[in-house]
């Protein structure tokens, strides 16, 4: 079953976050992941929740995802990414 992975992301450097994205581009499609949606616009309809930039990944897989987000590769862009965003992210199997 595939996974859906939800970033809500703050970008505070979009300089530097353009080079955490040069590295994780090419990352996601080698793990076999693709974008749903990236930072376009959105709507809150019910509740108190204020995204800031959302991102929609999905993945072939929750092993996938997990293999990706623990492995060498995501984990060293994860310390750019940190310097220069603040995010939540969640990750829901899907049907």
Sequence with gaps: MPA??????????STRYQEFMGGV????EA??????ARG???TVYEGDWIPRRIVLLEFPSVEA??????GPVYQGLK???DA???ARLV???GL
């Design 84 to 86: 220069c965003s603040s």
């Design 91 to 93: 990750a829901v199997e």
């Design 65 to 70: 995802w997990e293999a990706f987000y623990n």
């Design 4 to 13: 859906y992975v939800i970033f809500d992301v703050d970008i505070s450097n």
């Design 40 to 42: 376009g616009a959105h």
């Design 25 to 28: 581009k090419p990352a996601l």
């Design 31 to 36: 793990a076999g992941a693709r974008y749903l």
């Design 79 to 81: 310390s750019i990414r």
